[in-house]
C-alpha cells in the first residue's frame, strides 16, 4: 500500500535533484568502478570490487526510495491565512510554562527541530494537527504530559 509523503515543493525539488544525480551520474561511475575492478583478475578476495557491489547496492536503494517518495508525494501547501484549524503546513505560535514558541508543520523529511519544524507525525505535530487557536492540548511525552495551548495560527 503506497503512503502519501508529505513534502514541501522545495523539498520535492531537492529529491528530484539528487534522483537525478544519483540515476545519472553516480549509476554510471559505480559501473566503471566494477567494470575496472572485474578487470583486476579474482573477484572473490578483490576489495576495490566487493566495495563497489556494495556502493551499488546502496546507491540501486536510495534510487528506489527516491522514485517511491516522488511518486507518493503529497505537496504541502500553506494553509489560507483564515484557516481556523492546524493543518500540514500552518506555523502555530503555542505557549506552555510561560513560554512561547512557534512551529511550523511539516512533512518528516523537513522535520528540523531546532528551527521550529516538526513533523506532522510527530507526537507532538500530531497533536496539534485539527485544533484551533485557543485550544489547550495535552502531548504525553516521556517524561509525562506537557500542556500546550495554541495561542494563534499565523
Avoid at 505557549?95 to 522535520?111: A, L, M
Avoid at 521550529?116 to 517524561?143: C, D, M, Q, W
Amino acid at each position: 500500500m503506497d503512503m502519501d509523503y508529505h513534502v514541501t515543493p522545495e523539498r520535492l525539488e531537492e529529491l528530484k535533484v539528487e534522483l537525478g544525480d544519483l540515476k545519472f551520474k553516480k549509476r554510471i561511475e559505480v559501473a566503471k568502478r566494477l567494470k575496472q575492478a572485474k578487470e583486476l583478475g579474482d573477484l572473490s578476495e578483490n576489495s576495490e570490487y566487493i566495495e563497489a557491489r556494495e556502493e551499488q547496492a546502496l546507491v540501486e536503494r536510495r534510487i528506489y526510495e527516491l522514485e517511491q517518495m516522488v511518486k507518493n508525494a503529497a505537496l504541502i501547501t500553506k494553509p489560507a491565512k483564515n484557516s481556523a484549524t492546524v493543518q500540514i503546513g500552518s506555523t502555530i505560535e503555542v505557549e506552555r510554562d510561560g513560554k512561547t514558541n512557534k512551529f511550523t508543520i511539516v512533512g518528516s523529511s523537513e522535520t528540523r527541530p531546532e528551527a521550529g519544524l516538526i513533523s506532522n507525525e510527530s507526537p507532538l505535530g500530531k497533536a496539534f494537527l485539527g485544533h484551533e487557536a485557543g485550544e489547550k492540548i495535552t502531548v504525553k511525552v516521556p517524561k509525562g504530559e506537557s500542556v500546550y495551548t495554541i495561542v494563534k495560527i499565523l
